[in-house]
C-alpha cells in the first residue's frame, strides 16, 4: 500500500507529459477521435490497476499505447457481438509491453503533428479549429476552453462534436500535408495558435487583462511546432508570443490596471524569454525572405532592446512596418505603423493616417482606432475630438481594465 502512493504520483505525471502524445497515436491507429479518447481513458484506468502491482513499465508511452490499443480492440469484439472472442478477451492476461514501430519516439512525434495539422484543417470553421486544438492537442477541457472564449459550455461541447463529425464524415486525412500544400496549410495552423495566444494575452472581455493559462498553451504549441517543423514562421510566430509574453508581468498594475508599453517597468520583463525572442527572429531572418510572423516578431525585439522607453528606435520600428505592409497589407498594421509615425514624426503625423483610415471606412467598429486616435488628439491639446473618439472606443470596449483606462483618458480631457 505504500509503494501504491508513489507509483500514482508518477501515473499522473506520465499523464502530464505523455497523455496527448499517447492520444495522438491512437487517434492515427484507430482513426476515431471518440474512440481513441476512450481507449487513452482506459489504458490509463489499467495503469492505476497494474503499475502498482507490477511495477511502471520502461517505456510507459508504448505501454498505454498498448493498452489503449487493446481495451479499443476488445470494446470493438463485444461491440459487435463476438462472443468467442470476447469471452477469450475477458480471461486473458494481456501483456501490453509493445515495441511495434507505430510506438516509437519518432512516429509519435510525427502523430502529434498529425493531430494539429487535422483540428486545424481548412474544411472546419475557424471557431471550430480553436476550440477542437485546445481540446485535442493541448488537453484542455470543454469547459476550461468556453470559460475562456465566453462561450456557454453546452455549445462548445456541440462545436467540438460537429468538428469531428466533419473530420469523420468528410474523410479529411489525419496527416501532414506534402510540401508543395505545407506553407497554406500551415499557415492555418499558425493563425490559430495565434488567436488562442492573443485571447491570453489580451483578453477580449472580462475582469482581466490576460489569461495566462491561454498564452502559455499557446507558447506550448508553438515550441512543439518549431521542434517538429522548424519553418521560418513557425519560429517567427514563438519568437512574436515569447516576446510578447516577457512583458506580463509588467503589463498590470497591483491592483489589476492596464500599464501601456512606454509606462511599464522593464525590470519585470522576462529577460530569457526576450532573449530566446531574438535568437528564433534570427533563425527567421536568416532565411531567404521573412514572414509576416517573423516581422512582427522583429518589431517587438526593437522594443525589448531598449532600456527605455525613450530609447526606442522607432525608425526602425517604422522601417520594419513598411516591410509589413508590403508582405501583409491590412488597417490593422496600418493602424499600428500610424503609431510608430506618431512616436517619430509627431502626433499630427500619425493622425493624419488614421483619419485616413476611417475615411475609406476601415477600422471604425475597431476600439484601438479610436482609442489611439484620442490619445493622438489629447496630445495635440484638440480636447473636444479626444473625447469623442475615446467615448466612441468606450462603446466598443469590453474588457474592464481597457474600459478604466479609457475612463481615466476621457476624465482628463472633459475637464
Wanted: proline content about 5%; hydrophobic content about 45%; aromatic content about 6%.
Amino acid at each position: 500500500m505504500n509503494a501504491a502512493g508513489p507509483v500514482q504520483e508518477t501515473i499522473a505525471t506520465v499523464y502530464q507529459s505523455e497523455s496527448r502524445r499517447v492520444l495522438a497515436t491512437l487517434i492515427r491507429l484507430l482513426g476515431d477521435f471518440d474512440a481513441a479518447e476512450e481507449a487513452l481513458h482506459d489504458a490509463f484506468r489499467a495503469a492505476l490497476e497494474q503499475w502498482p502491482r507490477d511495477g511502471v513499465p520502461s517505456n510507459p508511452r508504448a505501454w498505454l499505447i498498448s493498452a489503449g490499443r487493446f481495451k479499443a480492440i476488445d470494446a470493438a469484439r463485444r461491440r459487435t457481438r463476438f462472443d468467442a472472442l470476447d469471452d477469450m478477451g475477458e480471461k486473458a492476461e494481456p501483456v501490453f509491453i509493445d515495441t511495434a514501430a507505430w510506438a516509437d519516439d519518432e512516429s509519435v512525434e510525427d502523430d502529434r503533428l498529425r493531430l494539429i495539422f487535422t483540428c486545424c484543417h481548412p474544411a472546419l470553421a475557424p471557431d471550430a479549429q480553436v476550440a477542437l486544438t485546445l481540446r485535442e492537442v493541448c488537453g484542455l477541457t470543454t469547459e476550461e476552453i468556453a470559460r475562456a472564449f465566453l462561450t456557454p459550455a453546452p455549445t462548445l461541447a456541440q462545436r467540438i462534436v460537429r468538428a469531428k463529425a466533419k473530420i469523420r464524415d468528410a474523410r479529411i486525412p489525419y496527416e501532414v500535408p506534402s510540401r508543395a500544400a505545407l506553407p497554406e496549410r500551415l499557415d492555418a495552423v499558425l493563425r490559430v495558435v495565434y488567436l488562442v495566444f492573443n485571447e491570453g494575452y489580451s483578453a477580449s472581455s472580462g475582469e482581466q487583462v490576460t489569461r495566462h493559462d491561454l498564452s502559455a498553451e499557446a507558447i506550448r504549441l508553438g515550441r512543439l511546432l518549431v521542434e517538429l517543423l522548424p519553418e521560418p514562421e513557425a519560429q517567427g510566430l514563438l519568437a512574436l508570443m515569447l516576446l510578447h509574453d516577457s512583458r506580463r508581468a509588467a503589463r498590470t498594475s497591483p491592483d489589476g490596471d492596464l500599464v501601456l508599453l512606454e509606462d511599464q517597468d522593464r525590470s519585470l520583463w522576462n529577460r530569457d524569454q526576450i532573449a530566446d525572442g531574438i535568437h528564433l527572429v534570427e533563425q527567421a531572418f536568416s532565411s531567404t525572405r521573412p514572414g509576416p510572423y517573423a516581422v512582427q516578431a522583429a518589431i517587438a525585439a526593437v522594443h525589448a532592446e531598449a532600456p527605455a522607453a525613450s530609447a526606442t528606435d522607432w525608425n526602425e520600428i517604422v522601417g520594419l512596418y513598411d516591410l509589413l505592409m508590403r508582405i501583409a497589407p491590412s488597417p490593422v498594421v496600418e493602424l499600428n505603423r500610424a503609431v510608430a509615425v506618431a512616436m517619430r514624426e509627431g502626433p499630427a503625423a500619425g493622425l493624419a493616417i488614421i483619419d485616413a483610415l476611417l475615411d475609406r471606412g476601415e477600422l471604425r467598429d475597431y476600439r484601438l482606432t479610436h482609442a489611439v486616435r484620442g490619445e493622438l488628439c489629447r496630445r495635440l491639446g484638440r480636447a473636444s475630438d479626444a473625447q469623442a473618439s475615446f467615448e466612441r472606443a468606450l462603446k466598443l470596449t469590453r474588457q474592464e481594465p481597457e474600459r478604466r483606462l479609457i475612463e481615466r483618458r476621457l476624465a482628463e480631457v472633459s475637464k
